[in-house]
């Protein structure tokens, strides 16, 4: 069973499309995140949200929007995609608001054309 | 500003024997630190951590070693294998001051030669 799961594992759209994508995590954690590897290889955190609640919210333009229907799921939402969006998008979750053993999911590579 | 700093950007190795993985950070309320090792078309998975309050944190072939007053910290794998090369990312976290925001270094590719 994955612990924590994306979907989709590839993306490739135009710009100005609206995509989504989706997280799940089964190891009952409380705590979820984004987070944004751009092409420098950075990892940086985007949102995180505990108990479905959200808690960081890093400078990051609102046309990004994590929507958690529950604490398992914490959903990201793009509107009006622009070509620097490109990049790999992780998904993560931790036991509790410490984080700080996080796991993560294997990644969505967003190519925007 | 970054506040991991992984100054080298690769390192390769024979197989057998010892990596050495160097990790800086300036911000000293930074109180748990971690190494998470990727393999291309995959996410970061948990290695190995140490707390602040400790200075050497060993798991089989992987041991963390932590300076505080140099603000370092340091991965040793002994002996090294083949299967090890990846990329390695430190991490660090002040815990409850950043509500569970881990700050990851830029990572070292690490190629373990046969």
């Known amino acids: 069973d994955t612990a924590v799961s994306q979907t989709p594992k590839y993306l490739v759209t135009q710009m100005g499309n609206d995509k989504s994508i989706k997280c799940e995590q089964n190891?009952?954690?409380?705590?979820m995140y984004w987070y944004k590897q751009d092409s420098k290889k950075f990892l940086k955190i985007m949102f995180s949200y505990n108990n479905k609640e959200l808690i960081i919210n890093e400078t990051v333009p609102n046309r990004f929007s994590p929507k958690s229907p529950d604490k398992a799921h914490l959903n990201l939402h793009i509107n009006s995609l622009e070509l620097g969006d490109s990049a790999v998008y992780f998904c993560?979750?931790?036991?509790?608001?410490?984080?700080?053993?996080?796991?993560f999911g294997p990644g969505t590579r967003l190519t925007v054309t | 500003d970054q506040q991991v700093k992984q100054n080298s950007p690769s390192l390769s190795v024979q197989e057998g024997r010892i990596s050495i993985l160097n990790c800086d950070y300036t911000n000293s309320m930074f109180d748990y630190f971690l190494w998470y090792k990727k393999y291309p078309a995959e996410g970061p998975t948990f290695l190995i951590s140490?707390?602040?309050?400790?200075d050497k944190n060993e798991d089989g072939r992987f041991t963390v070693f932590l300076n505080k007053s140099a603000k370092h910290l340091s991965l040793h794998i002994v002996p090294s294998q083949p299967g090890d090369s990846a990329v390695y990312f430190c991490?660090?976290?002040?815990?409850?001051?950043?509500?569970?925001?881990?700050?990851f270094g830029k990572g070292t590719k690490l190629s373990v030669k046969p």
């Open positions: 190891l009952g954690h409380d705590t």
């Open positions: 140490i707390s602040s309050i400790k």
């Open positions: 991490a660090a976290s002040d815990g409850g001051g950043s509500q569970g925001n881990l700050i």
């Open positions: 993560a979750s931790s036991q509790d608001l410490r984080g700080y053993e996080q796991y």
